[in-house]
């Protein structure tokens, strides 16, 4: 018991440590139009992760993750309400650039591909308590699915992917009306066992 302890207040520190030093993360300034300002929310206690794309301006300006219409699509989906998606203890928020990275013809940029490989690993070290993984579009679900062909074909293997504690979904966007109205089996099928799984994910200690 007195163990248990001690490795939860070491995994506690060196969350904390590690999230100064991505505070201070200069990797990616060449590119940043308003330079580096991560935005990433984690703990060791944390039961659920979701994993998206990057910051939009929105959300670099207020440094509050999903703080936008995306967001708020996002938690409804999950049935969230805001005071338990935005508690670390529970709740981990990694995307794939922690920072804001301009915008381009169609739409933001896309994450850098440097900030990831630099990151995730450190970070998911040291949440063990992980129980289901949300991969949110997809940069997110080209990085972390094997096979990846397609978002939609990501989305549709629900089942398969559930198998393995991970939820593949599209960007909740409003630019992704559009996928939405084209795939109406999305919400009929998986809005549910998406919020079933989020459910389980968080209860107990």
Not at 101 to 123: T, V
Not at 148 to 174: K, M, N, Q, Y
């Amino acid at each position: 018991m007195e163990s248990d302890k001690q490795d939860g207040t070491e995994l506690k520190n060196a969350s904390q440590a590690l999230a100064k030093r991505i505070g201070r993360c200069q990797l990616c300034k060449d590119v940043l139009p308003l330079g580096p300002r991560p935005v990433v929310q984690f703990s060791a206690s944390s039961r659920l992760l979701i994993i998206g794309q990057a910051p939009g301006l929105k959300v670099h300006n207020s440094g509050i993750p999903w703080n936008d219409p995306s967001g708020v699509r996002l938690r409804e989906w999950m049935n969230l309400e805001p005071e338990r998606f935005y508690d670390p203890s529970r709740v981990a928020i990694m995307p794939m650039g922690f920072c804001y990275p301009g915008r381009g013809r169609s739409g933001d940029n896309p994450p850098d591909p440097r900030c990831a490989p630099q990151w995730h690993q450190q970070i998911q070290a040291l949440m063990p308590r992980i129980r289901l993984t949300i991969l949110v579009g997809q940069y997110a679900q080209r990085h972390y699915l094997q096979g990846f062909d397609s978002l939609t074909e990501s989305v549709r293997r629900w089942r398969t992917h559930l198998e393995h504690g991970i939820i593949a979904l599209p960007h909740p966007s409003p630019r992704n009306n559009l996928w939405l109205r084209r795939n109406p089996w999305f919400e009929a099928e998986l809005i549910a066992p998406l919020q079933q799984s989020v459910a389980a994910a968080l209860k107990g200690n």
